[in-house]
């Protein structure tokens, strides 16, 4: 059984070219940075008395580890698999073995309006929601959902 959420934060992971969110294609993404992001969704956990742990990988393999570490030590996940959402078996795999744990995708832009490779997506096989095309706020929302889901599973302990 996962750790509640007044044992354990939320962990957020953001995939690849996050980084340069900003920056990077303003038009699709907003001009709000990570740290933006990241301050938001303090505030969001914070509102539900729960706290985050907030990171970044260009790397596959580095956000697989930070799942499967999630698994024990976090009362949930929110993850924007970046473009691994349409690639990533692994990543998939990682959440599918974090049984009981709340898992929220979330996408900053609407990805069933782009391009018809970013309409599928592994991570949404396992996630328990998805969010996309909300902005950045849709980060505030996923942690909100978390939370609700985490909430959920401790009242049934």
């Known amino acids: 059984m996962p750790p509640s959420l007044a044992d354990a934060p939320i962990m957020i992971l953001n995939g690849p070219n996050l980084n340069l969110l900003g920056q990077r294609q303003p038009e699709i993404y907003g001009s ?3 740290a933006d992001v990241e301050a938001l969704c303090v505030r969001a956990a914070a509102a ?3 706290t985050v742990d907030f990171r970044q990988s260009n790397h596959e393999g ?3 580890d930070w799942i499967q570490e999630a698994r024990l030590h976090h009362a949930g996940i929110v993850i924007n698999p970046a473009a691994y959402s349409h690639t990533s078996v692994a990543i998939l795999d990682a959440l599918s073995a974090c049984d009981g744990l709340p898992v929220v995708e979330v996408h900053i832009s609407n990805i069933h309006r782009r ?3 970013r309409h599928h997506s592994y991570v949404s096989r396992r996630a328990d929601g998805v969010i996309a095309g909300c902005g950045v706020q849709g980060y505030a929302f996923a942690v909100e959902r978390v939370a609700a889901l985490a909430g959920a599973v401790a009242a049934q302990t």
């Open 115 to 117: 391009e018809e490779f």
């Open 62 to 64: 580095e956000l697989v």
């Open 32 to 34: 709000d940075t990570l």
């Open 48 to 50: 539900h008395g729960g």
